[in-house]
């Protein structure tokens, strides 16, 4: 059964940069699409990011786009979200998820209910 971890959060002060990665076991990533959420308190989850199986196609919220890539690595098991320009509203746990996809190239999308793998999420807080 596939299991994710995130890694790679933490304070950073605005306009900082902060790399996550989100590390699966137990499955070959590369048969699954992989989606980045967020959840501030008081909040709902938000989509971030989502790519691909072959990380062909992604797809970001308009709030994070030209500041965020994700981007994955099959042969590691491995997903990334690059977060550069960040600002205190990108402030949330950061959580990684995982559904299976029969299409290798099929356009991605940020909803949560499609995604039934999920991690314990990593903390991003971005202050002076």
């Known amino acids: 059964q596939l299991q994710l971890v995130e890694s790679g959060g933490g304070l950073v002060q605005p306009g900082g940069s902060l790399r996550l990665s989100c590390a699966a076991s137990g499955f070959p990533l590369g048969y699954y699409v992989i989606g980045w959420f967020r959840q501030a308190p008081g909040k709902e989850r938000e989509g971030v990011s989502c790519i691909s199986r072959s990380g062909s196609s992604t797809n970001y919220a308009n709030s994070v786009k030209g500041r965020f890539t994700i981007s994955r690595d099959n042969a590691k098991n491995t997903v990334y979200l690059q977060m550069n320009s960040l600002k205190p509203e990108d402030t949330a746990v950061y959580y990684c998820?995982?559904?299976?996809?029969?299409?290798?190239?099929?356009?991605?999308?940020?909803?949560?209910?499609?995604?039934?793998?999920w991690g314990q999420g990593t903390q991003v807080t971005v202050s002076s």
């Open positions: 998820a995982a559904h299976l996809a029969t299409s290798v190239q099929a356009m991605c999308v940020m909803t949560g209910v499609l995604y039934d793998v």
